[in-house]
């Protein structure tokens, strides 16, 4: 995309945009470039595009009704621009008239001063359409749940009970949840410390340690948030260190670990643990690095395809695995609404058999009597139950144990949390015990 024009928040929106849709790029990757913004334009700039990735096909559906045909594929970046500038009347507080001028002269800082009057038309009816209440009602499932038809019949067909509330809560925003670091601080006294400032929170009916704020703040003004007292983690996520309940003393592996969430949960949960946390990716690697050091916390980071044992494994049996498996991430769609973009319903094979092979490759480093638990965020049962059926009738030696408390939906092996249920992210948590 050639833009000639001021970095702005809703310039840099179009080039973010434009890069998650065009380019096949994550937004949490993008997001370092909006550093040169000021704190206001950032926000508003995250807004945008992260409103409107949530929304894109309520605001294809609108854009398809405002045109008379569509855009050329060359055009796409007054695409681009015009999601933006729909979402932003149709969502957002800003006056009208500042979406549609702004929209229309970047329209020119685009090169295509030719569609400067298409723009403003279009927009002009939307504001019209918004301000009378009669905007066009999304005729299909996909602009009514904003959501790719692949995807909605996939989660249609594993939740047949389940998924409007799914559809729906992945479209929420999500509150930001707090990790309290147990060895500095007890759930409780941290957040009478909170409370003292005013910012009150919540806590969680399972994860011991999660408090979700009412009011988003800047977290690093949190008491002790330097020194590591406290961390943004979603609360479902908190449940996978909880669940393994690793003992002082033991080796534990902790396998896809970036950006180390869940290793630093686990080691502040228990100091004493021989604890390997192995990522493919450098750089997100330095991140569990970062944060092991700001949580005050200590493991043996290796780079390496967990597929690769003789990179990350000296031979020495594990106690206990945490296998955090990549997945399609279609339970943290309301955290990521990039993913409705990004990922392809061809991509669910390849993962199940990437989860399997990780999978395969972590029992062998387990010892007899040792327990792995497995964890995706993703509400697939291809990855999630079918994954685990299908290894327990692979591996003679491996048996399902209990997962206590019982907690979201029983599954025919494991258990699943889904998006918005306590407030948190969708989770699959099966826990395997190795028997000889
Ligand atoms: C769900 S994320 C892990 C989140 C992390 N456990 C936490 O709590 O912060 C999955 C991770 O798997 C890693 N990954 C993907 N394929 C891998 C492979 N073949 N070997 C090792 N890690 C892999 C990705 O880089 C990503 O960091």
Not at 239 to 248: D, F, K, P, V
Not at 254 to 260: N, S, T, V, Y
Not at 395 to 417: M, N, Y
Request: hydrophobic share 40%.
């Amino acid at each position: 995309m050639k833009l000639k024009a001021k970095a702005t928040a809703r310039v840099v929106a179009l080039q973010l945009l434009d890069k998650v849709l065009h380019q096949g790029q994550s937004l949490s990757q993008l997001k370092a470039q909006t550093q040169g913004l000021n704190s206001r334009e950032r926000a508003l700039c995250l807004e945008l595009v992260q409103g409107a990735l949530r929304w894109r096909w309520r605001l294809e559906f609108y854009l398809q009704q405002y045109l008379q045909k569509p855009l050329r594929n060359k055009d796409r970046d007054v695409q681009v621009l015009l999601l933006l500038a729909i979402y932003e009347i149709t969502q957002l507080q800003t006056p009208d008239y500042a979406s549609v001028n702004e929209a229309v002269q970047l329209t020119r800082a685009l090169g295509k001063s030719w569609a400067s009057a298409l723009v403003n038309g279009v927009l002009r009816k939307c504001v019209r359409q918004q301000q009378s209440n009669s905007l066009p009602l999304p005729v299909s499932e996909s602009a009514r749940y904003a959501c790719p038809d692949w995807l909605i019949t996939a989660i249609k067909t594993d939740w047949p009970e389940h998924w409007p509330a799914i559809l729906e809560a992945s479209n929420q925003r999500a509150p930001v949840w707090l990790r309290v670091n147990l060895s500095q601080f007890e759930t409780a006294a941290y957040q009478q410390q909170l409370d003292a400032r005013g910012q009150r929170t919540q806590q969680h009916p399972i994860a011991a340690q999660a408090l979700a704020l009412e009011q988003p703040c800047d977290v690093t003004g949190l008491p002790g948030f330097a020194e590591g007292a406290v961390s943004v983690q979603d609360a479902s996520a908190q449940i996978a260190a909880q669940l393994l309940a690793a003992q002082a003393g033991e080796r534990v592996l902790d396998l896809c670990a970036a950006p180390g969430g869940k290793t630093c949960h686990l080691l502040e949960l228990e100091p004493m643990l021989a604890l390997v946390a192995v990522d493919i990716e450098a750089e997100r690697m330095q991140r569990v690095q970062q944060n092991l050091t700001r949580t005050r916390t200590q493991a043996e980071c290796v780079v390496a395809d967990a597929c690769n044992p003789d990179i990350w494994w000296d031979g020495v049996a594990f106690d206990r695995i945490l296998l955090d498996a990549p997945c399609s991430g279609s339970g943290v769609i309301r955290r990521h609404p990039d993913i409705k973009s990004l990922r392809r319903d061809t991509d669910i094979a390849q993962l199940v058999g990437l989860q399997q092979q990780i999978l395969q490759t972590a029992w062998r480093a387990l010892k007899p009597g040792g327990e792995l638990l497995y964890v995706t965020c993703s509400l697939l049962r291809a990855e999630n139950q079918q994954q685990i059926a299908q290894f327990l009738a692979q591996q003679p030696d491996a048996a399902e144990l209990v997962i206590s408390p019982a907690l979201g939906h029983a599954c025919e092996h494991g258990r699943q949390l889904l998006p918005g249920e306590d407030d948190g992210d969708g989770f699959y948590f099966a826990r395997l015990g190795k028997l000889h």
